[in-house]
């Protein structure tokens, strides 16, 4: 099927499948209303619905850029048809398990004028013992055939908060190589766990409250990448907004600045990213191309609303544009 927005002339590696992991998908509902104010009646200029969540928003930018991803993960059968839609459009393979309910709406209120977003998550439908065993024999089926998985987002309610640790571990005991990018206390304990993923993309926040402690000066979050990295992850991928990110590995340490661009919205810039290193990953790209390519990714997300990149013309001016450093 034709995707309006596949980068034209891209040749993808021809490497592992790749499955994401969405625990707690939102339909994410973009409100434009430029100079808002809080507490006060405001009108709005123009509404758009988009199936989200993280690890639906990486398979989106993964099939853009024209790899073959799996999608899996919970899914409310009563709203499923955008997520299905977008899954048909770009040719995302569905693993989703569907279960009883609606998916939660996600509202992001975008303001143009300041360049700002404003998120409103809700918690997300409340995970049956049953739906977490169907989704468990899912994961285990798609270990067969997949060799890359990208576990990204919240936990929905009655998932308990080492679900990520453990499904690291049991992915990396077989031989998968793991992406994560999650918050609160499931990054807590996925840090805390004996086996870490490969890659690990909070941003400076998330990762300061994993953490327990504040994370404010660059060293700061040098010494607690490399911590990371002497437990076995092999990227720590720190993202901050628009100050850009911090890639650091065993060997290298980068930093890359995006360039200035008008922000639409930045919901997903850090799903991007992680898009964009799983590509670099597949790729086999030096840190320095990697962070180039993610950073563009995230660049090409912002400019527009949805989980989508641009044509690649565009993205290779906006990779052109990325300040690499090498620290
Ligand atoms: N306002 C901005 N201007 C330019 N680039 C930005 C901006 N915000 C984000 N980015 C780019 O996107 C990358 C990821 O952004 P960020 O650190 O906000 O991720 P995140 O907090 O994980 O985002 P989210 O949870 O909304 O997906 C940054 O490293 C940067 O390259
Ligand atoms: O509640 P989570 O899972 O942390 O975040 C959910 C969410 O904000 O993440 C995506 C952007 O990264 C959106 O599509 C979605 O609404």
């Known amino acids: 099927m034709t995707n309006p927005t596949q980068p034209s002339s891209h040749t993808p590696p021809a490497t ?8 707690n998908p939102a339909l994410d509902m973009t409100v434009q209303a430029d100079g808002w104010r809080q ?26 850029w024209g790899l073959p991803v799996t999608a899996t993960g919970l899914l409310g059968a ?19 398990v569907r279960v009883a309910g609606q998916t939660r709406v996600g509202v992001k209120i975008v303001d143009h004028s300041k360049q700002e977003t404003t998120d409103l998550n809700l918690r997300g439908l ?96 040098l010494e607690a990448a490399h911590t990371l990295l002497s437990r076995g992850a092999e990227l720590v991928a720190i993202s901050q907004g628009e100050d850009g990110a911090l ?32 590509a670099a990953h597949l790729g086999d790209l030096s840190l320095t191309d990697a962070a180039r390519q993610a950073t563009s990714f995230s660049v090409g997300n912002i400019t527009r609303l949805g989980a989508h990149l641009p044509p690649l013309s565009e993205l290779e001016t906006y ?4 300040e690499v450093k090498r620290l």
Request: without cysteine; hydrophobic residues 45%.
């Open 126 to 221: 409340r995970a049956t013992p049953e739906a977490l065993a169907a989704l468990e024999a899912k994961l285990d089926a798609l270990a067969q055939d997949h060799d890359l998985f990208v576990l990204a987002g919240s936990l929905p309610p009655n998932v308990p908060p080492d679900f990520y640790a453990a499904l690291v571990a049991k992915l990396r005991g077989a031989g998968k190589w793991v992406a994560l990018d999650t918050s609160g206390e499931a990054l807590k304990a996925a840090l805390n766990a004996s086996t870490l993923p490969n890659l690990i993309k909070p941003n400076n926040h998330e990762l300061s409250e994993a953490l327990g402690r504040e994370l404010s000066r660059p060293s700061d979050l």
């Open 247 to 278: 890639l650091v590995t065993h060997g290298e340490t980068v930093q890359a600045r995006p360039p200035r661009v008008q922000v639409v919205s930045t919901v997903g810039a850090g799903d991007a990213m992680v898009s964009g290193l799983v």
């Open 39 to 64: 507490n006060a009646v405001n009108t709005a200029q123009a509404m758009q619905t988009d199936a989200g969540g993280k690890g639906v928003n990486v398979a989106s930018f993964l099939a853009d």
């Open 16 to 23: 592992g499948r790749v499955v994401t992991l969405t625990m």
């Open 319 to 322: 990779a052109a544009g990325v």
């Open 78 to 96: 009563d709203n499923a048809q955008p997520f299905e839609a977008l899954f048909a459009a770009k040719g995302i393979q569905d693993a989703f």
